[in-house]
């Protein structure tokens, strides 16, 4: 599982219509609007490094209303869980 | 519920450590280790605007080696549940 | 009670305009027209996190002119009064 | 009456001590702990411009804990009331 | 008096013309074509807030060829003969 | 006549002694405390671009407390005066 | 050889076609779409600084479709390969 | 097979060591000293994403003379002998 | 003589154009194309102040493709030869 | 020939120094104490594209003072005379 977050700055009268969009692209997990200096940030969660590549450079590019954006891919997870569980990250 | 997205840099050198240390207190529900300009993204879910006050200007602000935050309170989620069982805005 | 705080940047001959039709909003406690960086600040006050999502993401986004916001939900206020009278935040 | 907004970057640790210090300054109307980039904004209400510079650049300066402050002084305040009551901007 | 310095950016071929529109108008004591980041910087002088709040967000508004301002509103004046003089800060 | 306008960062409970310090060079025509994202603005008057270097290259360097400055040297002025008399840039 | 390493930031729809389009160039060895701040990397190779000129200012900015470029060419060239060979820069 | 380039400041008086250090590290493919805002850019390329975090959060953690890093991993490579051979994303 | 360092960005396609166009105004002594996030930097080297202005705000204002510009002009030249013959700036 | 202009930020109290001290390093033709954002801008001059990289991380990087380069590559240098003699870029 490849999971990335993104930053995300919408034309001011698109927001609720952009998260929406995304919200309903496959692999788009999440959508939140926010506050701050983003618009939206969105979770996506997919299976492997080229969907992606697909997902990003691709069906997101072709969502309407989207200003800028800032993927952030994560390279792993830390969770209560895992911790509780096995997690034994040498460090 | 109440749900922020946090961005936050860290120490060099203590950025598993930092996110071992979030992941572990209550109301973090993933905090994730990411490519840019940020070393970690934490997902906070508590109940309410109180709670996140806690976490945010309190309980984390003890976890050492972090230099820096900036916090996304979260005003409405968007999923394809949600888009599909008509937008019933959880909080 | 729910509040949080705007930065807004305006189109340069529509700050007056701007600043009056955000302040004829319900929820918008008080704008004001500032030096610095920013053309207007504006306090909003509403009762809830999801009329916040609201008068941000589709009722501000309506009013013509802005050009940016950054919005910051405020977590908690500090007053004198409330200091006198009860206020033990645990810290 | 003179009414300046102020931005202000704390200490990690300190974001509570330092919005209780700033609540207690005669002049400081309300502070907010918040999202976003900054950590607390406080709206600061004297009756004029010496006493102003008076609250930013000395007895504000002495607040320890505070990293950067970035002080927008209100030109003119706009509510609904001024609206109804055909906008007489107090001063 | 109250005075404000206005860093303005302007259209590439109009920064003469807006620094003589500016200079042209009351209130605006001197305007400076300048180097660095800025194209000018206009040192405004007017007797109340009030008139501060016209001058910087109607009247100057309606000058054209200005990209971007920053104001900068002045707390305090400090000058050496005013140190010779009579000058007892107190500190 | 040689003009500067230098933006000021100065350690924050330097603020007042910065200004005064500042206010007593000679060729330091005015300093203000100012809003914003600045504290202090000052101008500088000699005599040529000499003078000029020597004041913010090495006096301006000896005043303590200063974090950062930022020099925008005048390359032309502009006042109504001058748009009276029809512009003598005097230099 | 003389080698660059270009950041990107592409139209949005345009980032695949723009990093095929690159990638086509004589003297692009590789380019990479990218997750942060920036949408593509490009990575030059070229016999010497002439060759460089021509390919950046000239037939990089004829793709349509970039937004925006920075440039940063390599001085020296480090990897394990010269490090257990001879490599001996003097330090 | 993964793919990152990395953007690093280094201490001024490290820029040397700290591109042979990273060099030598397993998975850093090349290390470039460069002009621009950065100092150095490293390539990595390791067989999976769980590596890629360990070699980013941890072993290049431990490099010390790093001031900054911001690390941008690949989605997808493209490059001529890809798209003669008609995109096989190596992966 | 009065020396000034401008930083230039100019549009994609018109880089080589926009330096040929400066280097061929009286008063610019070198142009550059340079890596990094500039596109050109040029040298200018006037008789006196009042020549500055009218290259900077006037001349180099009407070369088309230019997008924006950022003068530094120099207070004082640093070179060898000065340094070993007579140079002794008081410090 | 190989060129570049080098934007520096140096401690305060130490700009006229770290000036002296770069003039006098082979390699460096000219330093300039200058206005804006930056407080020296030096022209580096070298044979070739080892010396440049020798002259700015290592013996540049040892002069004391300096806060932050930005190194500016030169790409092709355009002057009156070169597009007078018909343009031949002198490497």
Known sequence: MVTAIVLIRAMRVEVT??????A??????????VGGRYDLVAILRVSNNEEMARLVTQRMALVEG??????????????R??????FTVGE
């Open 24 to 33: 309903a692209l496959e692999g788009v997990s999440e959508v939140y609007s």
């Open 81 to 86: 869980h895992d911790l509780e569980a096995m």
């Open 66 to 79: 989207i200003r800028e954006t800032e993927t952030m891919p994560a390279f792993q997870a830390f969770s």
């Open 17 to 22: 219509r952009v998260a929406e969009a995304l």
